[in-house]
Each structure stands twice: as structure tokens, then as C-alpha cells.
């Protein structure tokens, strides 16, 4: 990983310092929102602090516009990122879990529980994609929302983009993701009565936020509360910053540009994985590579691996929090379900940075390295 927010980036923050005196969530959000909403394809997109907040809000959101009841149960993939579970049971809602498979580390569609699930909180999981339309058929009552923090520009069977339709999505700006604010998250959806209800709870519940059409209708249903701190629902305080906006509406303009290197980078890298040794990721056309991922079929091959990358100079991470059912946080779920593929990647599994700074080069040194362990 390099230093991704170039000198144009920081002139246009500088610029923008000394043009305003006024830095809290204001016309840059919204127009950095507005200008994300036209780039995924969605009518509404809300700037939080995070990809993280982005799912509680989203989960919150969801549960109330939809008055979904405590304990009802929302299916989430056993390899995720912890706070894709979080939000659930912070929520009062019950996980219920699920295998994920070796391909798309995404829901194994031959391990789905026979379940009443009102939600299924999928992961797009390493720029990959989530079997989403089996999912649908599985599940055809459920609300479906969608993680896409780590894979901006993911594209379903259909070509379009995922998070662009369907009840709500989020990303993630993080400064190691594929376009960074440093900190700061999106959640995007077509329905306007959601947004609304995010729109308020990113701010305290505050109705003054709303759109003027719901607000009147607000103020005309509590006549006797002064209508400038009218608090319509519980909330937090998820508002993003002038200055992250600003980061965030440059970056985004090079943000296709690099998807494009992390898939031809991704390519390269599935032509040179040997399957005999590794699971081979699936490769389609509507990737959005995040890293690129490594796990083995035997699991003395991943300390030799990291050897390697150790003396390659090459920082790796496990894939993502391998089997979160191990994690003393999910203790309570420990033992509600079998899930030996996210074993196998909780154990055998390793990735390295995938971004647009790798090239075609740097991939092949690095395997001329790795074929040492056939």
C-alpha cells in the first residue's frame, strides 16, 4: 500500500479551507453524496463516519421502517467483518449464520438453513461477488441489504452495479479501500421513506433534517414542541465533515480507473494460482478486487508463505477475521452451526494487498517465489 490521497487531492482541501469558514456536514456532503448516488445508479446516498456506522444505522433503520419484531433472525455469512454482525444483535435482532464457500467466500448456497428469516445482510466479500439471486429465490419474503464497504464497483450477473437497487447498501472509505475519505462510509438506496428515516437518525432523530414535505408533516403532528430540536426518533451522531466530502468527491473521480487495474491485477494473479495447491477464487467479469487471496489446500503451506512474504517484504493479513464463530465476542453462537469451509479459510488462508499501485510485474516475482512450495 502507497500513500493514495495525491497533492491534487490535498490543493482541492486547502482550496476548500480557505474559500469557508463552515466544515460540519453541509453542501459538500451533499454534494459528494449526490455525486455517489449518479456513479452506483441509486436515488439516495447518506455520508456517515464509516462503513461500520453505515451498517448499524442501515440495520437500525431497516428494523424500524419495516417494524421488524426483537428476536427475529438475520442470516449472515460465518466469514465476514465483525461489525456486518454487530449491528444485528446491537439491534435486538437474533444471527443466524451461515457456511460460507471456497469460491466467492460469500453464503454456500448447499448450506442455507431452512429458517424464517426476515433479513439477509450479504457481504460482497473481498470485491467478489454474493450469490444474491439465490439467495432470492431461497428467501423470497426476506429484506435483503448488502455490505460493499471493500468492493466498490462490483457488478451482478446483469451488469449493474451491486447496491444500486434493492432495499440498501454500504461502503466503506477507509484509507486502505479502493477510494478513501481516510474515515467515512456511504449507505445508498431507492427508497425514499428509508432515507428519510437515516437521513434523521444519523443526526440524533432530528426532524429538522427531513425533506420539507415530511417535515411540515412533522411540525403539524407536534404542535407543541418547538419544531427546531423535534426529536422523532432515537439516533446517533453519524455526520460526517466538509473536509472528508471534499476528499471524497476528488477521489471518486479516478475511482473507476482503479477498479480496472485491480481486476486486470486480479486476472493476472487467478492465471499464475495453482489449483493443485490453492483454492481458486471465482473470477468474473463484475469483480472489484480488493486483495488478492491465498488459501491452501494443505495448511502447512501457510507458514511457508508467510515466510516468503516475510522476506518478499510483503505484508499479509488473514482473510479478513477468518471463522468470526471463533471470536470471543460471537461466544453465545459458538456451537449453533457447522461451518467447515470458513475452517478452512479461518486456518489455511492468507491475503496480500491488491491496489493501483501492484503491477503485472510485481505479481510474477512473486510467484516465481511462491513456486517453491510445489
Not at 433503520?61 to 466469514?79: F, N, R, T
Request: net charge negative.
Amino acid at each position: 500500500m502507497q500513500p493514495t490521497i495525491t497533492e491534487s487531492d490535498k490543493r482541492a482541501l486547502v482550496d476548500f479551507i480557505y474559500s469557508t469558514d463552515k466544515y460540519t456536514c453541509g453542501n459538500k456532503v451533499k454534494e459528494f453524496e449526490d455525486d455517489w448516488s449518479e456513479w452506483l445508479g441509486s436515488k439516495f446516498s447518506l455520508y456517515v463516519t464509516s462503513g461500520s456506522t453505515a451498517n448499524l444505522l442501515l440495520m437500525a433503520s431497516v428494523k424500524e421502517l419495516y417494524e421488524i419484531p426483537d428476536g427475529s433472525k438475520v442470516l449472515v455469512p460465518a466469514c465476514t467483518w465483525v461489525t456486518n454482525v454487530s449491528p444485528v444483535f446491537q439491534v435486538g435482532l437474533e444471527p443466524i449464520f451461515c457456511d460460507i464457500d471456497l469460491e466467492r467466500y460469500s453464503f454456500d448456497t448447499d448450506a442455507l438453513p431452512d429458517e424464517d428469516i426476515k433479513v439477509v445482510f450479504a457481504t460482497h466479500l473481498l470485491g467478489l461477488n454474493s450469490p444474491i439471486e439465490e439467495l432470492k429465490k431461497k428467501y423470497p419474503n426476506a429484506i435483503f441489504i448488502e455490505d460493499i464497504c471493500e468492493s466498490h464497483g462490483v457488478r451482478g450477473p446483469d451488469g449493474n452495479k451491486r447496491g444500486s437497487t434493492g432495499i440498501g447498501s454500504t461502503f466503506s472509505f477507509y484509507y486502505g479501500h479502493h477510494m478513501t475519505t481516510i474515515e467515512g462510509g456511504m449507505i445508498s438506496t431507492d427508497n425514499e421513506l428509508l432515507y428519510e428515516l437515516m437521513k434523521i437518525k444519523r443526526s440524533h432523530g432530528m426532524a429538522r433534517l427531513l425533506s420539507p414535505k415530511f417535515y411540515d408533516e412533522a411540525i403539524q403532528n407536534n404542535p407543541n414542541i418547538d419544531p427546531s430540536f423535534l426529536f422523532l426518533t432515537d439516533g446517533y451522531n453519524f455526520r460526517n465533515t466538509e473536509l472528508n466530502a471534499v476528499l471524497g468527491i476528488e477521489q471518486l473521480k479516478r475511482l473507476d480507473s482503479h477498479i480496472d487495474i485491480r481486476r486486470k491485477n486480479f486476472d493476472s494473479f487467478i492465471k499464475r494460482l495453482n489449483p493443485e495447491h490453492f483454492y481458486i477464487p471465482y473470477n468474473d467479469p463484475g469483480n472489484s478486487s480488493f486483495v488478492l487471496p491465498f488459501v491452501c489446500k494443505d495448511p502447512g503451506n501457510v507458514t511457508k508463505l508467510k515466510s516468503i512474504f516475510n522476506d518478499l517484504g510483503i505484508e499479509y493479513r488473514p482473510i479478513v477475521a477468518g471463522n468470526l464463530l471463533l471470536h470471543p465476542f460471537l461466544k453465545k453462537w459458538k456451537d449453533t452451526v457447522k461451518v467447515p469451509n470458513a475452517e478452512i479459510l479461518n486456518n489455511n488462508g492468507v491475503y496480500i494487498g491488491n491496489n493501483q499501485f501492484i503491477s503485472e510485474e510485481m505479481i510474477d516475482t512473486m510467484f516465481k517465489h511462491i513456486h517453491c512450495l510445489e
